[in-house]
């Protein structure tokens, strides 16, 4: 009996508070949204080859950085040219992740003048954003690979690797680029409209 009144108090109690703070939350529903936040839908459709390039090369680099740190603090003697291929996969990780940036609209983008004008010059700016940064990555692949021919089998400082291995993989960073800006400016001349003009197309809150 002492229990079953115990228990008629407590759910009275929370009765009571909901009354008086219609906001509040119990611990049992506090949980579980926890556990609901936890469940993630895994979608990988929208992956391309350089995400998986550049996510190999994160992870090498990682293992890298723990064996210089490894053999430096453990064993005293570290390893030189651990840090040398690190920052060369950082350089790779750098790229090509900006490629995935690029094909994903992530890069950071000054959309407040587009609030103010009419749909007419939006769009007609929008494209001369899309074709500036067309002719932009252009110029510098072109660059890149006359800088490429001028380095040539230079060595690199720790490893007898030529050094134009870390220029290509910067090239073909910017390579990826430009093929994913001329891509993003066919789509946004299909469509009639850019992330510029129309951020929440993108961010998930169109229509919302």
Request: net charge negative; aromatic share 12%.
């Amino acid at each position: 009996m002492n229990q079953l009144a115990a228990g008629g108090a407590d759910e009275a109690a929370r009765t009571e508070a909901s009354q008086t703070h219609p906001h509040a939350v119990s611990a049992e529903e506090l949980a579980r949204s926890f556990e609901e936040a936890d469940v993630h839908q895994v979608d990988l459709s929208d992956t391309a080859p350089e995400d998986w390039f550049a996510l190999i090369m994160f992870w090498l680099m990682g293992g890298l950085v723990f064996l210089q740190f490894f053999t430096r603090y453990a064993l005293n003697d570290s390893y030189a040219w651990t840090e040398e291929l690190a920052t060369n996969c950082l350089i790779a990780v750098v790229f090509i992740g900006a490629a995935m940036c690029v094909r994903k609209n992530r890069h950071i983008q000054v959309d407040i003048l587009y609030r103010f004008l009419p749909a007419g010059p939006a769009r007609v700016l929008a494209t001369l954003v899309d074709i500036t940064r067309v002719v932009l990555l252009g110029v510098i692949v072109w660059l890149g690979w006359q800088y490429i021919g001028m380095v040539g089998d230079e060595p690199m400082t720790t490893i007898n690797w030529p050094k134009s291995l870390v220029y290509w993989l910067a090239l073909i960073g910017f390579a990826i680029m430009l093929l994913r800006a001329v891509m993003v400016a066919y789509t946004n001349w299909r469509q009639g409209y850019s992330v510029l003009e129309r951020p929440e197309a993108y961010d998930g809150t169109d229509g919302a």
